[in-house]
């Protein structure tokens, strides 16, 4: 494993024998964990994004990056500060740190995105068997894959799995460079078409899916906690974010480029059917498989925790985590086609998990940390908390507020039409095959 920590240390903030992690996660392989976690399915819907906003969608690409780094940067300070306030933290840790830092701002939350990366990667095999004349119903695939997770889905922590994220990023460059290579190739041989017209819904669905694209904030206090200097955190947010734009740029803006308003949803379904497809498919399968197992670790320690399961590998966690698993399959089986939930997931919970309520987490915390006796809420935070910080939470917090509301108004629309659903697989197995008529990624 690359060891960053020892070749950079933190000029302001001392380094204590105590606060240091024997055998945890260097600040790269920190990086690694968010971007392996975050580009995926996200990716693959952002031209269409682009075609929706126009190239407002660059503008918002780089609002939402910075923000969606910001807010994760400030639930990382969120979990430095409650190991500064209560020692046991510090010492132990947390399975659930996400929930822990929730209840001290807010309450607490769920995450259902698993089901999602069920979808497409079973999606994606079926399109790669059916290549090779070896059909099989998208309804039965998402049963196989399910199967295939249960093992990987046993590990323990973040740092007993980090070459899971290594994998699951490693597939995504790969695939960001051929779905690139493939799209200027199929340049040469199609039309040219002019994007579609913009408007506030067309934007606010494009908001909607970005919002998916740069969410994933709830599990960052997983990957802290299992950092050998968790208070470095935010270098790795920093890192991770960088390789991310590196990833989703030329993903959407060639795609949107050269396809204009035919861009599909996902974007692997305007590539031509070659060795280039083919391999993304793969790829990107292989991705959702290895980052299926790092997004719900939040889930599964969180449910750990309130059962009380060992920490150690013990049959307690294979029932439960596979109990978890197959209730996912469940959901996919029962919605096969994901599109308009997904919108609405993406301008609603994600939103909130990703902008709002770090910033809430972070100045509730801030306050209950630095308030002084008789002293005003407002008083605190001005006096505690830099200008430079207010403006952004502010800002973050705005945005956040925007993609809950505005975005999840475009997107109901479409979430309550009955023509956007299929029949569950277990009334059809067949009805997944063909697509609802308002259809989106999935």
């Known amino acids: ?55 407002y969608g660059l503008i918002s690409t780089f609002v939402l990056c910075v923000l969606s780094g910001y807010s994760g940067i400030k639930l990382g300070d969120c979990w430095t500060m409650l190991r ?21 701002g807010a309450g607490r939350v769920g995450n259902q995105t698993g089901v999602v990366f069920l979808l497409l990667a079973a999606q994606n095999l079926q399109s790669l068997f059916d290549s090779i004349h070896a059909h099989l119903p998208v309804c039965v695939w998402i049963i196989i894959v399910a199967c295939l997770l249960l093992g990987p889905c046993w590990l323990g922590t973040p740092k007993d799995s980090w070459p899971i994220a290594i994998g699951a990023m490693v597939c995504t460059a790969i695939a960001c460079v051929f779905i690139t290579i493939s799209t200027l190739i199929h340049y040469r041989t199609i039309k040219h078409n002019d994007p579609s017209p913009i408007t506030f819904k067309s ?4 908001m909607g899916t970005m919002f998916f694209a740069w969410g994933g904030s709830a ?7 299992d950092m050998r200097q968790p208070h470095r955190f ?65 889930i599964f320690q969180g449910f750990e925790e309130l059962t009380r399961v060992p920490k150690h590998f013990c049959w307690q966690r294979a029932i439960l985590r596979s109990g ?6 469940f959901m996919a089986e029962s919605i096969p086609h994901f599109g308009a939930i997904l919108a609405f997931i993406g301008s609603s919970t994600v939103s909130i998990l990703g902008f ?18 008789h002293e005003k809420f407002v008083d605190t935070i001005f006096r505690v908390v830099p200008k430079l910080d ?46 609802p008529m308002n259809a989106s990624l999935f």
Not at 3 to 13: G, H, V, W
Not at 26 to 41: L, Q
Not at 203 to 206: C, K, L, P, R
Request: glycine share 6%; aromatic share 12%; with cysteine.
């Open 203 to 206: 934007f606010s669905f494009s």
């Open 234 to 298: 935010h270098l790795a947010v920093i890192i991770a974010y960088s390789i991310l734009l590196v990833f989703y740029l030329p993903v959407s803006v060639i795609g949107y480029l050269v396809y204009g308003s035919h861009v599909q949803d996902n974007i692997l379904k305007n590539l031509p059917r070659n060795f280039l497809r083919y391999s993304v498919e793969i790829l990107i399968t292989g991705h959702l498989a290895m980052a299926f197992t790092i997004v719900l670790n939040p």
């Open 84 to 104: 500064e306030m209560n020692p046991v933290y510090s010492e132990e840790g947390s399975r659930s740190p996400f929930q822990v830092i929730a209840t001290e």
């Open 356 to 373: 709002i309520l770090p910033v809430i987490c972070f100045v509730m915390i801030k306050v209950q940390s630095t308030q002084l006796v």
């Open 324 to 329: 978890i698993v197959l209730f996912l399959a």
């Open 390 to 435: 207010i403006i952004l939470l502010a800002l973050a917090l705005f945005v956040g507020l925007y993609g809950a509301l505005a975005s999840s108004y475009s997107s109901f629309s479409d979430l309550v039409n009955p023509k956007s659903y299929v029949k569950p697989c277990w009334l059809n197995s067949t009805a997944a095959e063909e697509p």
């Open 1 to 55: 494993m690359m060891s960053f920590d020892n070749s950079f240390q933190d000029p302001i903030i001392p380094v204590e024998k105590s606060q240091i992690l024997h055998g945890g996660l260097t600040v790269f392989t920190a990086a690694i964990f968010i971007t392996g976690e975050m580009a995926g399915t996200g990716l693959l819907a952002l031209p269409k994004a682009m075609d929706q906003a126009g190239w």
């Open 219 to 225: 599990m960052f206090p997983t990957i802290q906690v």
